[in-house]
């Protein structure tokens, strides 16, 4: 028999929302309850690297390493990005003979990240997207990001924005089998060459509730959260678009503030409440208010996920006034690290 191992690899990139994604209208599809917008990090700094590979020499299960560690790849997440890749190359394979029938041998997957995957930075969202794009190449699928972000939004909600570099929305989409619900580009990171990010790593503990659990919590008790779904988040992804189509920092960074700082309300306003701030990030985020109020107007934007750590959005000319300051204000601390987004090009995952 053909013991031939067939392989492809790929990296894919974290990104960070500045609309934010939380609830789900369905939970077993990863269908939101409202659309997002998320900027994507340098892979210099922050990126899972990912081999896929498949042989009938494999044994017959599927496996999964990531940082040399065996993950459990039977969960119904990992199963769907799996099932829906393999059927994608079994149209290919029924269509023309001629091709290596892939599709039956079991997937050997082997992913790197060179970040701490434990400091709360959006893991999932680059490995799932890695994870499905190592796949699509190693099956020779002609799918576009946009489709294949259909499939890693399946893995983990926020991967469908890491099939795209720059500025990416998610369309939360109406269907209820989820086929619109996918990532498309706002704009490249070439768009807004002089956009920084600077990662404070607070805690490099995982978090306390994990998004899906907290998400739940959130969409069962807290009413805010009907409001923000039905009306502050439509308006803050009219706004974050046009922010990002004209280069408005100002806006970008207020809506991106006011996204943050809407999220955490509604984890306050859950029953139980969720917190994931902590005193050191509140420590961040009025050392941003004295930055902005020093400046004038809005030269830097806060923004936090399901965990204590900050990323800071500035614009490069102002570096000294917003990282130089935020490093002296906040002392000593262990995990600052600017991360610079300039080079980040769309289309920043090897074909
Ligand atoms: O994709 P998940 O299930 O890890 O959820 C991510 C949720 C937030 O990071 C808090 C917000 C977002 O849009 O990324």
Known sequence: ADQKVYQASTTAPVNIAVVKYWGKRDPKLNLPTNSSVSVTLSQADLRTHTTAACSS??????????NSSPQDVTGARTQACFRELRSLRAQLEASDASLPKLSPLPLRIVSENNFPTAAGLASSAAGFAALVRAIANLYELSSSPTELS?????GSGSACRSLFGGYVAWQMGE??????SVAVEVAPASHWPTMRALILVVSAEKKGVSSTSGMQITVATSE????????VVPRHMLKMEKAIKEKDFEAFGKVTMMESNSFHATCLDTFPPIFYLNDVSRAAIRAVEDINTKAGKVIAAYTFDA??????Y???????????????????????????IKEQASDNLDA
């Open 150 to 154: 259909r499939i890693a939004r399946q």
């Open 314 to 340: 500035y614009e490069e000319e102002n570096t000294e006034a917003v990282a130089g300051v935020l490093k002296s204000a906040l002392g000593n601390l262990d995990g600052w690290q600017g991360r610079d």
């Open 57 to 66: 020499s494999f044994g017959s299960e599927d496996s999964l390493l990531l």
């Open 224 to 231: 805010l959260f009907q409001r923000r779904a039905e009306v």
């Open 175 to 180: 269907k209820a089998d989820g086929s619109d």
């Open 307 to 312: 965990g204590p750590n900050a990323v800071i």
